[in-house]
């Protein structure tokens, strides 16, 4: 369900217009427009060219009843957004003394000198209103051009969204007459086919809430969007559709809106007091990346390796030469090796370990580009010996893998994965991370 309101998304910029810089902030804003139940006319992009942007401007008034600019909000010559608005006001700019003011305080902050074409970031439209910018220095404007309702945030996607949520987004929810809440459960290792099969009627479109899915590098979203007239109808329905969808998916969902793998496996050993290692080739140290974009990583992750060349693999964990000539250096033996070594080495809990053919080249018929192989080993505790018996593991085995002499245990997976080089290492990465997920829940 949406209500009749017409939007037009305005994105300024050289870069992009020159295909130099994809434009994320029309997506983003289009999406998130659609979930507060307005659906977007069109995207229009010009260069910073005031001619151009009043253009558009004058254009896309004549259309719809909100246009929302991006971009050229900024200090420099080329940021004209400002000047593009006052010419359609027809009022000159006038300083905005209360934005001077937080501009100084913004570098007074951090120690830092303010320039003289700061002071361009004040200026506004005489009659219009100033939009306060919570993350950085440019704040925005809103003003009424022809019969129109126009707002300019700046092109930074993270200072656009924090400005959207604080001024925009409450007028479209007053207007609106309705609330509409969302929802996003992301999941990991089923297609998005998979998901469809398993939630079946609950993706008619008809339905309300609505639900849809989204694919980006291997995660699978369920966007869940609940459109009622009262706030406690809305939650009610949302949270009974969130229930059903988590029920059905069952492990594979891994988090609830921007939480990402790395974060998830980082809170349970963080809650469980156990720590991870990394033994890395194909993916050359993007495990170890993500785990350590967590904040507080240190107190579970204990470090890696990037063993890269055949050599590295040798010199820095031993693995056997003659494994790597007999099977290959993307194979389970190898992998099974490289996360056994990885483990005792490090003294860790778990160990993951990685090795595959990211591509272009070096693919064959036996192991295509694609072709992944992720060990997870983990050190398990032996029960004392009764007289007379064999000591006896007490942790169970990792699933599917027999156990292996000593006190860890290793299994191998191998994983075939498409697209192109940075595509094939990122969902690799994921997949580790997930098979670490997967083995802590079910050591639960």
């Known amino acids: ?84 608005l006052a010419e359609l006001h027809g009022a000159p700019l006038v300083l905005h003394a209360p934005s001077l003011a937080r501009i100084e305080q913004f570098f007074k902050d951090r120690g830092r000198m303010m320039t003289a074409s700061n002071r361009q970031q004040a200026m506004a439209p005489a009659g219009a209103m100033v939009l306060d910018n919570p993350q950085g220095t440019a704040p925005g404007l809103r003003l ?46 089923i297609g998005e086919s998979m998901v469809g099969e398993a939630l079946g009627d609950l993706m008619r479109r008809d339905r309300n809430p609505m639900v849809g899915t989204t694919v980006s590098a291997g995660i699978v979203s369920i966007r869940i969007r609940s459109d009622f007239p009262t706030r406690l109808q809305a939650q009610t329905e949302l949270d009974c559709v969130v229930s059903v969808v988590k029920q059905k998916l069952g492990t594979s969902v891994f988090s609830e809106g921007e939480v990402s793998l790395a974060v998830v496996v980082g809170e349970i050993l963080h809650a469980r007091h156990r720590t991870v290692t990394t033994a890395e080739s194909c993916t050359a140290g993007l495990v170890a990346a993500m785990l350590t974009e967590v904040p507080g990583s240190s107190a579970w992750f204990l470090g890696g390796w990037i063993v890269y060349a055949n050599r590295m693999k040798t010199a820095a964990l031993g693995v056997s030469d003659d494994l790597i000539a007999r099977e290959g250096a993307v194979s389970e033996q190898v992998v099974r090796q490289m996360t056994e070594e990885a483990l005792q080495r490090s003294g860790g809990d778990y160990a993951l370990a990685l090795t595959g053919v990211a591509g272009p080249e070096g693919g064959s018929p036996e192991k295509p580009v694609g072709t992944v192989w992720i060990g997870l080993g983990k050190h398990v505790a032996v029960t004392p010996a009764v007289a007379g018996t064999p000591a006896v593991a007490v942790t169970p085995a990792v699933a599917g893998t027999p156990a292996v002499a000593g006190q860890t245990r290793v299994v191998a997976k191998r994983f075939l994965l498409s697209g192109d080089r940075s595509m094939i290492r990122e969902r690799a990465a994921k997949a580790a991370l997930n098979m670490l997920r997967l083995e802590l829940l079910e050591a639960e």
């Open 1 to 84: 369900k949406y209500f009749i309101m017409q939007v037009i998304i305005i994105s300024v910029g050289d870069e992009l217009t020159l295909g130099q810089v994809v434009d994320t902030n029309s997506a983003w804003l289009s999406a998130r427009l659609a979930e507060m139940g307005i659906l977007t006319r069109s995207h229009l992009t010009v260069p910073d060219d005031q001619g151009a942007i009043v253009q558009a401007v004058r254009l896309a008034t004549e259309l719809a009843e909100w246009v929302v600019i991006t971009g050229g909000l900024g200090p420099t010559q080329d940021d004209l957004t400002r000047q593009a």
């Open 144 to 189: 009424a051009i022809g019969r129109a309702l126009v707002f300019a945030m700046p092109g930074v996607p993270f200072e656009m969204k924090a400005m959207f949520e604080q001024h925009l987004a409450p007028l479209i929810a007053a207007q609106a007459g309705r609330t509409i809440l969302t929802r996003k459960i992301n999941t990991f290792g």
